[in-house]
């Protein structure tokens, strides 16, 4: 059953389904409206085993990337995919009322607080199409410039759903007539990052012990200047993992895990996983003051006026007060 299938099933008592979830089977014909029971049996047929096969359960995309990265509690990974995921393992469930934390169960007996953001790098291939140039001269031109806090971009292109603001769209305030391309494309990666590492703040509001290194994997994390801007904005060294799918590393270390009986900890800690590369933060680049610009810019644009000073996130700034 789809979570939607289970709760009509509680509601009504029926086990049935709706035909659009069902012409996603390949098993229910939207042609005939009827079930494909001839499609059901060679099914069956083809998937059976023999009753000695050692079957794996599979598992979800962030919780196979965590087995595959080896992650170890108040480690922290950020996933830079066309959306864009922050997350950690962690020994108990976390709960969180603002609805910004996902309290997932991770593959290997834990959990996995995650928070989800709708836009990762689709901004930047959006910013890079408005300047007429690849990603790869984006990410160049981003670097030929130096962190400011005078342009920012609420990176919320097609709402956000954290925070929470599925109406939103994205802004630029600071623009001047001095603003140059390379400053444009610096606040594209900069508005991606800081959104994500929003997140992390997140798990760290709901508890979730966040001191150890950040991780970052995913398409994005190919881009020099994804790399050296996560480490500008995160205050720290973060570790850059070259391996291509960590997802499917994970799906691998679990089928081995399963094979010989052992958890998938002490498999992925037999294997020669990739240990990343280190990127150190530029020097004297002040994190704090770039963080609270952005969230300072984020609030004011979604509360209908300009920016006014940095500082840090408030939730009283998002009331309009009258004159």
Known sequence: MLPHDWLTWRLSGRHVTDRGDASGTGWWS????????????????????????VVGPGTGD????????????REVTVSLGTSGTAYAVAAEPTTDSSGAVAGFADAAGGFLPLVATLNATKVTDTVAHWLGVDVARLAA????????SQLVLIPYFDGERTPNLPGAAGAFPGLRNDTTRSDLA?????????????????LRAAGVDMEGSLRL??????????????????????????QAEPVATGACVQAAAVHAGTTPQDTASSWHLDAGT?????PGVDNDELRAAFQDAAVASHAGRAPRRRRALRGADLVERKP
């Open 278 to 282: 280190r990127i150190d933060p530029t």
């Open 141 to 148: 031109m981003a670097l030929e410039v130096p962190s400011s």
């Open 62 to 73: 962030n919780m196979a990337a965590a087995l595959g990265l080896a992650l170890a509690p």
């Open 186 to 202: 610096r606040a594209a990666f900069t508005g991606v990052v800081n959104g994500l590492l929003d997140g992390v703040d997140a």
């Open 217 to 242: 994997i995913g398409g994005g994390a190919r881009s020099p200047a994804y790399h050296q801007i996560t480490a500008d904005l995160w205050g720290s060294p973060i570790t850059v993992h070259d």
């Open 30 to 53: 939207p042609i005939d409206e009827t079930y494909r029971t001839d499609l059901l049996g060679r099914s069956r047929r083809s998937l059976g085993s023999p009753p000695d096969v």
